[in-house]
């Protein structure tokens, strides 16, 4: 498997229903980049990885990553990760990164549209960084929904016979502004906190901290959530209009947030992924980012990015493991 056009970020699937088709396609795309001088990472389940490290008959070359140091992450984290990735593996005379990646999705639908979601994400986020992916999707294990994602989040489908492109690729704005705003049925009951048209972010912080207190929940796993709530609801008052509002409930699986405000919103549907301003941290614009990586889930809606009854509004939302 030679070299891709120049430009953008290659960016691969491969559905396979046997170890022989995976082999049959992974090896000689990592085998291609050995021989061009590049990097070859693999970062897939332990049995993938095997069978790969076989076939590349222990190439010392190979670099063997534990894809739950990356996959585990939340997804903003995974893509600085890439990218550092890059970065390292260039600075030390590689031409470009090759990966194998091999996403654990979890077990719920809703730990699905993360990664869903970060599939197409990284299409434009991983644009013009040294890097070649390929996705690996095991069709007997993987569910129907995750294995039609990969299809619309893949520029390029991979066989053993080589690269196609793949008619059912679709725009990663156009993909992420359909996806769906998952139902939160603790929305549906009182809040056990609510402030309407906050203005003491002193006060609202300690009110939210006093309410989380009791939380069976480690330390750190509060006060992050309690920084995402701070960021989101200072945004809020500097970015939107009033009035701003929060909402905050507590189960025992979850702490789950919502901080309105009623401006228009934005329509910029990978907000979140990285600063909103590049590597010049010192602009801001990392709110969001911040709440990305705070928290399990962040959800908008309203505004342009998904029309509503008007404002906007985010939902910031941690598992309790």
């Known amino acids: 498997m030679g070299h891709p056009p120049a430009g953008g970020f290659p960016h691969d699937a491969l559905l396979y229903d046997s170890p022989d088709q995976l082999v049959a396609a992974g090896a000689p795309f990592l085998r291609a ?5 590049e990097a070859a990472v693999v970062m897939t389940g332990p049995a993938s990885t095997a069978a790969l490290r076989e076939a590349l008959d222990d190439d010392p070359r ?6 739950a140091e990356l996959y585990r992450m939340r997804t903003p984290a995974a893509i600085t990760t890439l990218r550092r990735l890059a970065e390292k593996q260039t600075a030390d005379g590689a031409r470009r990164v090759r990966v194998v990646g091999e996403i654990d999705f979890g077990r719920t639908e809703r730990e699905w549209l993360e990664w869903e979601r970060y599939e197409s994400v990284i299409n434009e986020a991983l644009t013009g960084w040294e890097l070649w992916g390929l996705c690996a999707f095991d069709t007997r294990r993987l569910p129907e929904p995750v294995l039609e994602s990969a299809v619309r989040t893949h520029p390029t489908l991979v066989t053993a016979a080589g690269r196609a492109a793949n008619d059912g690729y679709t725009d990663p704005a156009e993909y992420l ?11 549906r009951t009182a809040p056990r906190l609510a402030a309407a048209d906050v203005a003491d972010f002193i006060g609202l912080r300690h009110a939210v901290a006093a309410e989380l207190a009791g939380v069976p929940a480690p330390a750190d796993v509060v006060e992050d959530f309690l920084l995402a709530v701070d960021e989101m609801a200072s945004n809020a008052v500097r970015h939107g209009r009033p009035p701003v509002s929060l909402r905050l409930w507590t189960a025992p699986d ?8 009623g401006g228009p919103g934005w329509d910029d549907p990978f907000a979140g992924y990285g600063p909103a301003h590049g590597a010049d941290l010192s602009r801001g614009g990392m709110g969001l980012w911040l709440a990305r990586q705070l928290c399990d889930h962040v959800d908008i809606s309203g505004g342009a990015h998904h029309p509503g009854d008007g404002g906007v509004r985010v939902r910031l939302t941690t598992v309790l493991r």
């Open 33 to 37: 980049g050995l021989d061009a001088g």
């Open 62 to 67: 190979l670099q063997l990553l534990d894809r």
């Open 254 to 261: 979850r702490m789950v947030c919502t901080i309105s405000d």
């Open 177 to 187: 502004r359909a996806l769906p705003v998952p139902d939160e049925p603790l929305e």
